[in-house]
């Protein structure tokens, strides 16, 4: 069974808006910490935006920052650009960390992945 699930893929133009979210009641267990990643083909997993539990630490990729906002359960995405298209993954750590962490590592429950694909 898939820990995390994610949902609200879809297409949409350049500059419109859409907002993924990060199903993780399949899971048992605390939550310190979750991320969102992406993976465009042929190019690594990125870091996107990051939430911690305690404290609400939050970290944005510069690609992203002040165009997406990043919250316990979804990922809001405006302003969306060309670049923007990949496979974004939602990922969970469940130990303490009082930053969050930016590498996959960081991470040990992940979701399958869902598509974001950015039009002209």
């Known amino acids: 069974q898939v820990p995390l699930v994610e949902s609200g893929s879809g297409v949409a133009q350049v500059g419109a808006s859409l907002r993924l979210r990060c199903d993780t009641s399949?899971?048992?267990?605390?939550?310190?910490?979750m991320g969102w990643f992406r993976q465009a083909p042929g190019k690594e997993r990125e870091f996107v935006a990051g939430i911690t539990w305690i404290g609400s630490m939050i970290s944005y990729a510069d690609s992203v920052r002040g165009r997406f906002t990043v919250s316990r359960d979804s990922l809001q995405m405006n302003s969306l650009k060309l670049e923007d298209t990949a496979v974004y993954y939602c990922a969970t750590r469940d130990t303490y960390t009082p930053l969050v962490p930016t590498t996959t590592g960081g991470y040990n429950f992940w979701g399958q992945g869902t598509q974001v694909t950015v039009s002209s």
């Open positions: 399949a899971r048992t267990g605390s939550t310190y910490a």
